[in-house]
């Protein structure tokens, strides 16, 4: 019904920067949110950015300041800018969102299946 597809992911040298984009498409009906999640080799996942209807945004403290999450309503699509990028990034980088389909009475949440985001010189 819903899919969620990441691009953007790739190798890069500390302190550069990569924009992570996730298309979210299928029988929609509304996103009520859209954010990033991700998971570094043996550790849990965990939030990285999340924005909702309008311009409320969240960021870990991690990546404060160096990561930008942004949101295209017409296309149904999240950017993570990711600047300044350090070894710790190194993570698969999964897409998130809170969707409603057609003729569903409430939201879901789905995931994308990830792309690799590799910070190393």
């Known amino acids: 019904q819903v899919q969620l597809v990441e691009s953007g992911g790739g190798l890069v040298q500390p302190g550069g920067s990569l924009r992570l984009s996730c298309v979210a498409s299928g029988s929609i009906s509304s996103i009520n949110a859209m954010g990033w999640y991700r998971q570094a080799p043996g550790k849990e996942r965990e939030l990285v950015a999340t924005?909702?209807?309008?311009?409320?945004?969240y960021y870990a403290d991690s990546v404060k300041g160096r990561f930008t999450i942004s949101r295209d309503y017409a296309k149904n699509t999240v950017y993570l800018q990711m600047n300044s990028l350090k070894p710790e990034d190194t993570a698969v980088y999964y897409c998130?969102?809170?969707?409603?389909?057609?003729?569903?009475?409430?939201?879901?949440?789905?995931w994308g299946q990830g792309t690799q985001v590799t910070v190393s010189s």
């Open positions: 924005a909702t209807s309008g311009t409320n945004t």
């Open positions: 998130n969102a809170l969707i409603r389909v057609r003729y569903a009475d409430r939201s879901a949440t789905y």
